[in-house]
């Protein structure tokens, strides 16, 4: 059994800065993707950043480049978001999430290349 859990959600300053972490447990050494989705009310939830785990390979969503950066400590299973810059409209619900293996059409920022989740942290953006 894999178990992905968030933590770091919280509130900040728009210009701010706010680091997510995601402790994963079980099985892990055959996954071939984590990644950090979002998703705030009313919208559908979006891909945020992805990694290899493997070789280190890191993808992007446009609104996050630059911006955001996903990084891994293997050793302790942990993924991390590193979240710059903030503004008001990435205030959502943030989720870990990991691939077993996947086909390598599938498109690492969406959701269909993942089947482990984790229950997501709160990240607020507001004055």
């Known amino acids: 059994q894999v178990h992905l859990v968030e933590s770091g959600g919280s509130s900040v300053l728009p210009g701010g800065s706010l680091t997510l972490s995601c402790e994963a447990s079980?099985?892990?050494?055959?996954?071939?993707?984590m990644a950090w989705f979002r998703q705030a009310p009313g919208k559908e939830r979006e891909g945020v950043a992805a990694?290899?785990?493997?070789?280190?390979?890191?993808v992007y969503a446009t609104s996050a480049k630059g911006r955001f950066t996903i990084s891994q400590d293997n050793p302790k299973n942990t993924l991390y978001l590193r979240m710059n810059s903030l503004r008001p409209d990435d205030t959502a619900v943030y989720y870990c999430?990991?691939?077993?293996?996947?086909?390598?059409?599938?498109?690492?920022?969406?959701?269909?290349?993942?089947?482990?989740w984790g229950q997501g942290t709160q990240v607020t953006v507001s004055s």
């Open positions: 999430a990991a691939s077993s293996g996947r086909s390598r059409g599938d498109s690492l920022l969406g959701p269909a290349a993942y089947n482990y």
């Open positions: 990694l290899d785990p493997r070789i280190g390979a890191r």
């Open positions: 079980g099985t892990t050494d055959n996954f071939i993707a």
